[in-house]
């Protein structure tokens, strides 16, 4: 009779005695490169941007805290909002006419902060030379014309209209320097 084999025949083999397996029982880590060995890199570095993108940028920043002055001055008139409201509806109700300026009021501060946070994406993409980015913030500043030319000729406050001419007059300014050769020769030398 054949003697049966012992369990410790399908054990698996030992790794080799100079083969080190970490304490915690994972492979051990891939090699590192070798200190002061130069890095593999696939695109020069991209060179300073001109002073056209520098100005744009400057101007779209300043397009955000005129933004950010826009949403204050819209929250400090609340209270000409619900007059003007009673007013234009004297057959509203108190509830009605709360919940009108409160959803208003809630449609600007959210458009507002939008503003203000699509005018510092746009500084750093563009800042950064991505070509996209000025062609959105053309598109943004087209946006911008067609809701400044309804705003301006609607019956609105005085302080409002001060507001959204500067802002507009930088998003011009913004969108001009952006389509200039110096700006395009940026955005190219990035792509290279």
Same mark, same amino acid.
């Given at each position: 009779?054949?003697?049966?084999?012992?369990?410790?025949?399908?054990?698996?083999?030992?790794?080799?005695?100079?083969?080190?397996?970490?304490?915690?029982?994972?492979?051990?880590?891939?090699?590192?490169?070798?200190?002061?060995?130069?890095?593999?890199?696939?695109?020069?570095?991209?060179?300073?941007?001109?002073?056209?993108?520098?100005?744009?940028?400057?101007? =779209?920043?300043?397009?955000?805290?005129? #933004?950010?002055?826009?949403?204050?001055?819209?929250?400090?008139?609340?209270?000409?909002?619900?007059?003007?409201?009673?007013?234009?509806?004297?057959?509203? #109700? %108190?509830?009605?006419?709360?919940?009108?300026?409160?959803?208003? &009021?809630?449609? /600007?501060?959210?458009?507002?902060?939008?503003?203000?946070?699509?005018?510092?994406?746009?500084?750093?993409?563009?800042?950064?030379?991505?070509?996209?980015?000025?062609?959105?913030?053309?598109?943004? /500043?087209?946006?911008?014309?067609?809701? /400044?030319?309804?705003?301006?000729?609607?019956?609105? #406050?005085?302080?409002?209209? &001060? &507001?959204?001419?500067? =802002?507009?007059?930088?998003? %011009?300014?913004?969108? &001009?320097?952006?389509?200039?050769?110096?700006?395009?020769?940026?955005?190219?030398?990035?792509?290279?």
């Amino acid at each position: 009779m054949a003697k049966p084999k012992q369990p410790t025949d399908r054990l698996p083999k030992a790794p080799p005695v100079n083969a080190k397996a970490p304490a915690s029982g994972r492979p051990p880590a891939a090699p590192r490169a070798r200190p002061g060995a130069p890095l593999v890199t696939t695109a020069p570095p991209m060179p300073p941007p001109p002073g056209t993108v520098r100005t744009a940028v400057r101007l =779209m920043y300043a397009g955000a805290v005129l #933004s950010a002055v826009d949403l204050i001055i819209t929250l400090t008139t609340v209270g000409k909002a619900r007059s003007l409201l009673r007013a234009a509806h004297p057959g509203w #109700s %108190a509830a009605r006419l709360t919940t009108t300026v409160h959803s208003e &009021v809630a449609y /600007f501060v959210v458009t507002w902060l939008l503003t203000i946070g699509l005018w510092i994406v746009m500084a750093r993409t563009n800042q950064a030379g991505r070509g996209w980015a000025r062609i959105v913030a053309t598109i943004l /500043f087209v946006v911008s014309t067609l809701n /400044f030319a309804v705003s301006v000729s609607q019956p609105t #406050s005085a302080i409002y209209k &001060v &507001v959204l001419i500067p =802002m507009w007059l930088v998003g %011009a300014a913004a969108a &001009v320097l952006l389509w200039r050769p110096a700006t395009s020769e940026y955005i190219r030398s990035g792509r290279a």
